[in-house]
């Protein structure tokens, strides 16, 4: 495992938070138009996700929800499946432009890390390494 990697065996994972709505008796979660695809901003912390949503306008029902390792694979696996990257700890203004691809790995190289089969993070975008 490389310093500064999130994975391989005995890799510690915390709870990570979306952004949900519950209104009529489901649940949806907050995905963004990554310019062509779809993203899911994932949060470290409550605060994080809260300031976020507050920061979106006509957004009055949607508010943080945790999902432990496991939950959050299986809905990347399920239901998200069509998510293409996923956006770390994003700020409202860096998901309109260029920036929301450096916050990015692809979906399933998180869902790799979170169930642990030691892949490490690959960038979202093609970038020439200097």
Do not use: H
Not at 29 to 57: H, K, N
Request: hydrophobic letters at 40%; proline letters at 7%; charged letters at 25%.
């Amino acid at each position: 495992m490389r310093a500064g990697s999130m994975t391989g065996k005995g890799a510690a994972w915390a709870s990570r938070w979306l952004i949900a709505d519950r209104t009529d008796g489901r649940m949806d979660v907050l995905t963004i138009d990554g310019g062509g695809d779809l993203v899911l901003p994932v949060f470290s912390f409550r605060e994080e996700a809260e300031m976020y949503a507050c920061l979106q306008p006509g957004m009055p029902d949607w508010e943080p929800r945790e999902f432990s390792p496991g939950e959050l694979a299986s809905v990347l696996r399920g239901p998200l499946s069509g998510v293409a990257r996923v956006a770390l700890d994003p700020l409202p203004e860096a998901c309109d432009g260029n920036l929301l691809g450096l916050l990015c790995v692809r979906r399933n190289a998180f869902v790799g890390a979170l169930v642990g089969e030691g892949r490490d993070f690959a960038p979202a975008t093609s970038q020439k390494t200097l």
